[in-house]
């Protein structure tokens, strides 16, 4: 089906409403638009965000009001690193939402298991945010991050909200503590063992940098969940975002249009292929 | 009250051990508590008796001279601390510090390496328990040096 | 070779010289005509106005990492097989501004580039070539998203092809089921008729725009000795096929032999130069590079030809997935004739063999792939 989208290769005007740095190279920028509606997404899609002159770069979406997206940028490279020093008042051109979404809707009557790695509680946030808006369609749910310190958590003030909020399973893990640190330090993957969940009825949701979220999904796996109810955020290189530059296949899949979030099932031999 | 026995028995550590078994590693066994900030054990101290954590959380930490100590891993209800009476010269290679209130079950490692050695079924038995948890700490090391979440 | 189901032709047939007439006929019907000429030593696709600008008498000697020009014995205007062109640098050209963007009070404002009004009538396309016309259609007007400036330059287009009376030796099209008769959507197609006697084209018809063409040029009803040496022509190129392959086993195999030592072997080779990508009539992968003017006030995005062989065509912050020649290669081929099934219902081949030919190595994606796909597959370990 070919999707009647005005000009998916324009960029439309947004004005930064709100930025917030989180980390010292990490920040959360709210995304107004200039002319006309926020386009309606899904948790788990991701915007091409343009600074102007600089260049492009596809970053997930970290939630959403009705006023913009909100989007959260780490510095890496020369184009994040002008999209993270803009300022409230300033431009940026945006196209998206593209992708694929979390299965919000599909985990319905299942018990969830969210796993986040570092700066991959950005892409679940606005799915966790989902599942506990309409906390009674769900079984248990359960949170496990990974971070490398207990300074590099990401969101610690929404992890609290939702420690806070009815029935959710939350449980942290740092590479590296100091011994001020009261919570669990290990790879987070151990953590999932620990978890009570049903594992022939629950949906997993995996956001990670790729050797984490392969060694996730082979804890679920262990812990008896399907791996067609396991669903990993991969990254490759977005370019166009509409399928049509080449730059993002994983095998016969486009990450841009077919991903970014996967089934597991589905590319489970992909990801042990090297250089793929 | 739980007699030792039970509560052995119904540890992760032992999940589906043949009876016979339980009752040699209690005779070994006694039941101990750690007020936070307690220390289970010490770096270089003979490693002479390890645990079963009941309940409560432990920190692996490493003394780095100047800075503060570092927590390398915490360890809670169902798992094991210490692997080193396993090994000569029976030493600790790091400090092992309850972060909240512990109950453990400590077993004295001299013992049931007698055991291990009079009774090599046992001795195989305990084996089988043992390298499965060594080789899933030696994988999760493996991750966690690869720095996943650091800067590209 | 013609078959006993096929339904009769509507045909006619013009002289050399009524070739002009068709070009005449297109250009004041507004048509940019672009066919083959030659230039720098090779035969090249260029705007032409005169049948005189064609590569009369020339052929093209073609063999793994080699492409030389050769005078025929005769007068044959189409007499070659394929160049280092294709006609995707028209329909899909190798640069092209997306848009342009202006500071303003506001912030600044974003402006699409105008939609292509370019008009072409493309000359001498090979069977070849119109299959990868085909699959380029499937990419950029088929597919979830539409590129529109494509697709306007594809609805202005108008193709008159010409059926292959000379494979290269490099040439593999039988095995890729694309040729060497031309098939499918043109709007004219020629047979090059040429003895002692005569030097005709037979004309067959594939559109109303081809056949209101046909109306204004001189053309006489086809005899059935027309149309059977034009079948002759193609019967003979279909026995003078440069290589034969069986590529059926490609799009299973290639997908589960990512391990193959012959990758290794390959990269050994392989310069990554990227070459391959490049003349391919159905290699589609862009890069986009954005602009700004001295004074920073004005940006602009252009959209230009990329290949899966450069390092950064896979780059992800701190590297690229794709750091050896060899993983670089494998993409390549294996997208070309094992993904594509996946990803748009076709192979992405068409056997015309420029990538063999202009290798600098000489490296032959028809020989590479079979190897790897042999019907045993290597044993770790066992090195032969």
Known sequence: MTVAVADPMLPQRY????????????????????????????????NMLYA??????????????????????????????????????????????FGSA????????????????????????????????????????????????????LFPEALERWRLARDVDIDVSVDHADTQWRGHVGVVTTLIAGARFDPHESIAMVCGPDVMMRFCARSLHDEGVADDRIYLSMERNMKCAIGLCGHCQFGPSFICKDGPVMRYDTIADRLNVREL | MKDLEQILQSH????????????????????????????????????????????????????????????????????????SWLVPPYRWTFDARAVELTRAIGIDAACLRRKCDADSGFGYAMMKRFVPILSQRLHATRLQLLDVYGKP | MRSDTETPRAAARITRVALQALIDALIARGYAVIGPTVRDGAIVYDQLSTTAELPAGWTDEQAPG?????????????????????????????????????????????????????????????????????????????????????????DNALIVAVHCAQPASTCFCSSMQSGPKARGAFDLALTELLDAERHDFLVEVGSPAGAELLDS?????????DLDAADAVIAQAERRMGRTIDSSVFRERLRDRAEHPRWTEVADRCLSCGNCTMVCPTCFCTTVEDHT???????????????????????????????????????????????????????????????IAWCPVGIDIAAEATAICADTPPTPGATP
Request: proline letters at 4%.
């Open chain 1, 102 to 153: 979390w299965p919000v809707t599909a985990a319905e009557g299942a018990d969830v298991v969210f796993v986040a790695g570092g700066l991959g509680l950005a892409p679940l946030r606005p799915a966790i945010e989902a599942v506990l808006q309409q906390r009674e369609r769900y079984g248990r749910v359960v949170l496990r991050v990974g971070a490398r310190r207990p300074q590099d958590l």
């Open chain 1, 15 to 46: 004005r930064v409403t709100h930025a917030q740095r989180l980390l010292d190279d990490t920040v959360s920028l709210r995304l107004t638009p200039q002319d006309g509606e926020l386009p309606s997404w899904q948790p788990g899609q991701f």
């Open chain 3, 293 to 355: 003017d001295l004074s920073g006030a004005q940006a602009e995005r252009v959209r230009k030809w990329d290949s899966c062989f450069t390092m950064e065509f896979s780059y992800i912050h701190g590297g690229s997935v794709r750091q050896s020649t060899g993983a670089r290669y494998r993409q390549w081929m294996t997208h070309k004739l094992s993904s594509w099934v996946d990803q748009f219902g076709s192979s992405g081949c068409v056997g015309c063999g420029r990538c």
């Open chain 2, 12 to 83: 992760a550590f032992l999940g589906g051990c043949e009876p016979e078994y339980v009752q040699l590693l209690v005779g070994c066994a006694r039941n101990l508590r750690f007020d936070a900030g307690e220390y289970l054990l010490r770096e270089g101290a003979a490693a002479d008796e390890f645990y079963l954590i009941r309940h409560g959380k432990v920190a692996l930490e490493i003394n780095v001279p100047g800075k503060a100590p570092i927590v390398f891993s915490t360890l809670g209800e169902g798992e094991i601390v210490g692997a």
């Open chain 3, 217 to 225: 040029l001189a053309a006489a009803e086809a005899t059935r000795a």
């Open chain 3, 66 to 154: 080699r492409y030389r020009l050769q005078r025929r014995d005769d007068d044959a205007l189409f007499g070659f097989a394929v160049g280092p062109h294709s006609w995707k640098r028209y329909l899909h050209p190798p640069m092209e501004t997306l848009w342009t963007a202006r500071s303003s009070a506001d912030g600044f404002d974003f402006s699409a580039a105008p939609s292509p009004t370019e008009k072409y009538a493309f000359l001498g396309v090979r069977a070849c070539e119109l299959q990868a016309i085909a699959i380029q259609d499937r990419v950029f007007q088929h597919d979830r998203f539409r590129d529109t400036a494509y697709a306007a330059r594809r």
């Open chain 1, 52 to 97: 102007f002159g600089v260049g492009e770069s596809a970053i997930s979406i970290s939630g959403a009001d009705d006023n913009g997206f909100e989007h959260t940028v780490r510095a890496v490279g020369a184009v994040s690193r002008a999209i993270a020093a803009l300022q409230v008042g300033d431009s940026i051109g945006l196209r998206g939402p």
